[in-house]
Structure formats: structure tokens, C-alpha cells
């Protein structure tokens, strides 16, 4: 059974940074990519980050323009989003997924997380 989880959500103020972290059991997380979407109220879910089983490729959503920055660790089995510069319309519940390979198509991902909340406001 893959297990996903993500943690670090919360409340931040519009410029401010946060970090969300992702891990992933159950099966080998150095044989998958890790991606990372995000759904606001009344919105459908977007792609924000995804990186490579290898950590050597990342891609972004169009929205995310240098202010996000993902990465993993294949031995402590995790996948970080650093958001930097937040502002409010990047308040969403956030989801980490694992999948085959990083593209930005969700249905690639297989295995989801429950998601965490961001708020951004003053």
C-alpha cells in the first residue's frame, strides 16, 4: 500500500515563504516522480512542480515564474516545495503525487496525497 503525506501548510502573510514537505512509502520512492498540484476554492486542481526519480528534472506551472522551487531527497524518501514570495492568490489546498514520470498531466499520478492547506493573507 503507497502511503503519501503531505505537511507544512498554514497560514503566511502575502510575501512571506513556506515550505511544504511530501514523503511517500510503500514502494521504492527513488523509482518515481513526485509532483506537486494545487486546487483553490471553486477552481479546478492545477499543476504547480514536478521533478524526475533523479531529482535532475524539474518543470513548473506557468504561474509559478522562479518563485517555487521543488527537490527531493531519495534517501529520507521526501519532496520539498519551497514557495517563496507568496501571494494571495496562491492560497489552495496543495497535493504531492507520485507517479511514473514528471509531466504536468495529473492522470499520470497514481498515488495521491489527502493535501494540505495555504493561506495567504494579510
Known amino acids: 500500500q503507497v502511503h503519501v503525506v503531505e505537511s507544512g501548510g498554514g497560514l503566511v502573510q502575502p510575501g512571506n515563504s513556506l515550505t511544504l514537505s511530501c514523503t511517500a512509502s510503500g514502494r521504492t520512492f527513488s523509482n518515481y516522480a513526485m509532483a506537486w498540484f494545487r486546487q483553490a476554492p471553486g477552481k479546478d486542481r492545477e499543476f504547480v512542480a514536478a521533478?524526475?526519480?533523479?531529482?535532475?528534472?524539474?518543470i513548473y506551472g506557468d504561474f509559478v515564474r522562479g518563485r517555487f522551487s521543488v527537490s527531493r531527497d531519495n534517501v529520507k524518501n521526501t519532496v520539498i516545495l519551497q514557495m517563496n514570495s507568496l501571494k494571495h492568490e496562491d492560497t489552495a489546498i496543495y497535493y504531492c503525487?507520485?507517479?511514473?514520470?514528471?509531466?504536468?498531466?495529473?492522470?499520470?499520478?497514481?498515488?495521491w496525497g489527502q493535501g494540505t492547506q495555504v493561506t495567504v493573507s494579510s
Open positions: 521533478i524526475s526519480w533523479s531529482g535532475r528534472e524539474t
Open positions: 503525487a507520485q507517479g511514473s514520470v514528471a509531466t504536468k498531466v495529473q492522470r499520470v499520478y497514481d498515488y
